[in-house]
């Protein structure tokens, strides 16, 4: 059964803090994604990457890195977190041999006091 | 840059009624995808429409793609509870490069 794994379901982080969020699939997908979820705005893709150490901007990068050192595990990162980054975030993967339905995770939900 | 919106944002509707979803984009549409998120859960996917004009059921559910391909619609026959949460539609825009539309959140009253 595909599985796409988010290391935490809730989260609750300081202003500055830098925040790491992971995600591991395991169904050898190229292609992994990270979306935000907000009420009446819809997903919003971040970053996306289609490789190892590959990695393209989304619609709304400002504010984050990321991460894809090995094809399983993609991770997002908050430098110095702000309050507008609460959100929930959105893990998912798509198999690179055609277009097809992405996978997601249950999603990390991120507070920044 | 491309937007894809929703219409309705909200949708409570009597046990038994249909229900509508459309999703529009000020650009031609190239594959559109529909997911569905249960309340407290994540986007699963339900479809995946390719061509102009292309219509495709799964039980109660019938989805239609535009034949100018600048809109998408879902329908739903006989509304059921377990139908309650929100309604994604999705667009390819660039390879394996997804955009959401906004959801329209559907609630099932008994």
């Known amino acids: 059964d595909v599985k796409v794994t988010q290391s935490s379901r809730y989260l609750v982080k300081r202003t500055g803090e830098k925040v790491f969020l992971e995600c591991v699939q395991d169904m050898d997908h190229e292609n992994m994604f990270w979306y935000r979820q907000d009420p009446g705005l819809g997903l919003r893709l971040i970053y996306f990457?289609?490789?190892?150490?590959?990695?393209e901007k989304g619609d709304i990068p400002e504010g984050y890195s990321v991460s894809r050192e090995k094809k399983e595990r993609f991770s997002l990162i908050l430098e110095s977190a702000s309050t507008n980054q609460t959100s929930m975030y959105l893990c998912?993967?798509?198999?690179?041999?055609?277009?097809?339905?992405?996978?997601f995770g249950e999603g990390s939900r991120l507070t920044v006091l | 840059g491309q937007q894809v919106m929703q219409i309705p944002q909200y949708q409570h509707v009597q046990e038994g009624e249909d229900f509508t979803t459309y999703c529009n984009s000020s650009?031609?549409?190239?594959?559109i995808q529909w997911y569905k998120q249960r309340p407290g859960g994540h986007p699963v996917f339900l479809i995946q429409l390719v061509k102009s004009g292309e219509v495709k059921k799964q039980k109660r559910l019938t989805f239609q793609f535009g034949e100018a391909k600048k809109n998408s619609s879902l329908h739903i026959t006989a509304t059921q509870t377990t139908d309650v949460g929100t309604y994604f539609c999705?667009?390819?825009?660039?390879?394996?490069?997804?955009?959401f539309g906004t959801g329209t959140r559907l609630k099932v009253l008994a």
């Open positions: 990457s289609y490789d190892v150490k590959m990695k």
């Open positions: 999705a667009d390819e825009v660039g390879t394996y490069k997804y955009i």
């Open positions: 650009t031609t549409l190239s594959n």
């Open positions: 998912a993967s798509l198999a690179g041999t055609r277009t097809g339905e992405l996978f």
